[in-house]
């Protein structure tokens, strides 16, 4: 699974390797507090003004950082939900509602959903990107292994698609990563008696599977450039089962996120000009 063509490093200590993390970071209340999220807010506008510019993300995440003197996970929040004003634009207009997926297929990137969904329950922090994707912070390093928040997660999910009205619900899950097959069984046991039909298949490439399809589940930011259709169904299901949710919201004033939403023109100037 990838979140973009260029990723930021995080720090030695989140490399591949070590257990993916769940629940609340013992920073997260100073470096996402209120003055702290003003702060990155307003680096978020500057990476995205250098996107749109040809700026590579690193390099627009590095030099952004180092001017805000950011923390690693402050900027991988950015790396995690930064993207050019055209990205936004073109991922809004193939936005769809959870509706749309009655008596259609759903194609569900498997990691990347669930571990959002485990995140949130575990009362993590999750990041709502321009285009209002849900996305988490724990990542995806190499290594995975399910909790006991991911039977709930699988079980609201199967919910949500059952109350959707999906006829058939396929899970790609990438084959490489440890306990991918344990999480497959895990869905095919808790989803066994859903009213659609159900695939869990593990993959070498999720992502390319993904590519060109309708009625796709994921907020990976390759996943959502070059899908035909999105559903924000982390962002559906927390609304009306975990309001609470603590959301670090990335969406620019003005926006309209109703699916099929059309963003503003991108802006011409620099940020603050």
């Not at 990723?7 to 507090?33: I, M, N, Q, S």
């Not at 702290?36 to 995440?61: D, H, N, S």
């Not at 995690?80 to 207009?93: I, T």
Request: hydrophobic letters at 45%; proline letters at 8%.
């Amino acid at each position: 699974m990838t979140d973009s063509d260029e990723r930021y490093d995080p720090p030695a200590g989140e490399k591949a390797g070590e257990p993916v993390p769940r629940g609340g970071h013992p920073d997260d209340p100073r470096l996402f507090g209120p003055e702290a999220v003003a702060k990155l807010r307003a680096a978020f506008e500057e990476v995205t003004w250098l996107l749109g510019r040809g700026y590579p993300l690193r390099t627009a995440i590095r030099t952004v950082g180092d001017h805000h003197q950011l923390a690693a996970r402050q900027r991988l929040a950015l790396q995690r939900s930064a993207c050019s004003d055209a990205q936004r634009a073109s991922r809004l207009a193939r936005r769809a509602p959870a509706s749309s997926l009655r008596g259609a297929e759903a194609s569900i990137d498997g990691f990347n959903l669930i571990i959002t969904l485990e995140v949130a329950l575990s009362g993590g922090l999750l990041l709502r990107g321009p285009e209002g994707a849900l996305r988490d912070l724990a990542g995806l390093r190499g290594s995975y292994a399910p909790i006991a928040q991911t039977d709930a997660a699988i079980d609201r999910l199967g919910a949500a698609l059952s109350g959707a009205g999906a006829a058939r619900a396929r899970f790609l899950l990438d084959a490489a990563v440890p306990s991918s097959g344990k999480l497959r069984a895990r869905i095919l046991e808790r989803l066994a008696a859903a009213p659609f039909a159900l695939e869990a298949a593990l993959v070498p490439d999720p992502d390319r599977l993904l590519v060109g399809a309708a009625g796709v589940i994921s907020s990976d930011s390759v996943v959502l450039d070059r899908c035909a259709q999105w559903i924000d169904l982390a962002g559906e299901i927390l609304a009306a089962r975990a309001p609470a949710t603590r959301i670090v919201d990335f969406v620019p004033g003005g926006v309209d996120l109703a699916p099929g939403g059309v963003a503003p023109a991108p802006r011409g100037g620099a940020p603050g000009s």
